[in-house]
């Protein structure tokens, strides 16, 4: 039977409040950044990097953080209850999941993803409702070097999973040169030549960050592979002599007005034999499914002024329009899939 707390959380009697019904899931929800916060703050603070070495008390964790113990203890016992920290009695240590991918000793990292959420995507997040009523208070593209350097790394580091799914997955064997469209820091690009060999990559980005991918692509030792080209895909024509296109967390950047726009522009620049990729947050028809993707329809609106995510079947029509011929819809890792398409 639901409690007299709940009830009045309800707002009525605990008579009229039906027994299956409480407020709980609102509260849950509504709670949800106070979870978010406490781990931002957690990675911020080197706490899992403090406990990769060996379990220690408050005392230790504090020595290691340089935190006092009251600060410690409020963030190690915020991570006990998440379940990212276990404490065996005064002793902390990492749980599984923490030193799998929050300690900076794995290959997946994703502190530069909770960084790139708490520095760019929350403060940005506070503004949601303003952005829904009347666009973003600052896009993406205006953010200072500092955070756009925190954002590429997050970005990155978000999509490592998808990158590597389409390196391993991808029959690659028939095509020579990929063009990588709005390709970010060149992590996708990266990912497919250690993959294989004969392929070669060509990223096509904004001044600001196609620096960040020179400076990746000097860093990896394949610059002779992967070539960073400045440009705008939405205004420029496209470099010629490839024959794969690689769109990977772009689409979303855009209206669907403007996506007709630019997959016509990248049909221009492939001849008969050219194949599409296309990886981003694709959804159901309803918009409701991957539930992350759904959610990050938030994330997109927030930060560009036509962000939003789309659904197989909205690409699946625009793909007809603008000269290309749906192949198939496959998954690659956690919300985001891949299209596939060739020139019609």
């Known amino acids: 039977m639901t409690t007299s707390t709940s009830a009045a959380l309800a707002g009525v009697g605990s008579d009229a409040v039906s027994v299956e019904v409480t407020p709980e899931p609102i509260m849950r929800l509504a709670a949800g950044f106070m979870a978010a916060k406490h781990l931002f703050a957690a990675n911020e603070l080197g706490l899992f990097e403090a406990l990769d070495d060996s379990p220690t008390t408050l005392e230790g964790i504090a020595a290691r953080t340089g935190l006092t113990p009251r600060a410690a203890r409020i963030s190690a016992d915020a991570m006990v209850a998440l379940g990212l920290i276990e404490r065996d009695g005064e002793h902390y240590r990492n749980s599984p999941t923490a030193a799998a991918f929050l300690a900076g000793q794995s290959p997946v990292d994703l502190r530069p993803v909770l960084r790139f959420w708490d520095r760019v995507s929350y403060p940005a997040w506070t503004g949601m409702a303003e952005a829904l009523a ?5 896009e993406i593209v205006e953010l200072d070097k500092a955070l756009q350097a925190v954002a ?41 030549v250690r993959r294989h060999d004969h392929l070669r990559a060509t990223v096509v980005e904004l001044p600001a960050v196609a620096n960040v991918a020179r400076e990746r692509m000097d860093a990896s030792g394949l610059s002779a592979r992967v070539d960073v080209v400045t440009g705008d895909a939405m205004t420029g024509e496209l470099p010629a002599g490839h024959d794969l296109f690689l769109l990977a967390n772009l689409i979303h950047y855009f209206s669907p007005e403007q996506n007709r726009d630019l997959l016509g522009r990248v049909r221009r620049a492939a001849d008969t034999r050219g194949r599409l990729l296309l990886a981003d947050f694709w959804t159901n028809h309803a918009h409701t499914e991957p539930v992350m993707a759904a959610l990050m329809a938030g994330e997109f609106a927030t930060h560009v002024r036509n962000g939003d995510v789309y659904s197989v079947d909205e690409v699946c029509g625009w793909l007809p329009d603008t000269g290309w011929r749906f192949i198939e819809h496959t998954p690659l890792a956690g919300p985001i899939s891949l299209i596939t398409a060739d020139a019609g």
């Open 134 to 138: 009347s666009g973003p208070r600052t």
């Open 152 to 192: 590429a790394a997050g970005i990155e580091a978000f999509t490592a999973g998808p990158a590597a799914a389409l390196a391993h997955t991808v029959d690659f064997g028939g095509y020579r040169r990929m063009l990588d469209v709005g390709g970010g820091t060149g992590s996708w690009s990266l990912a497919a």
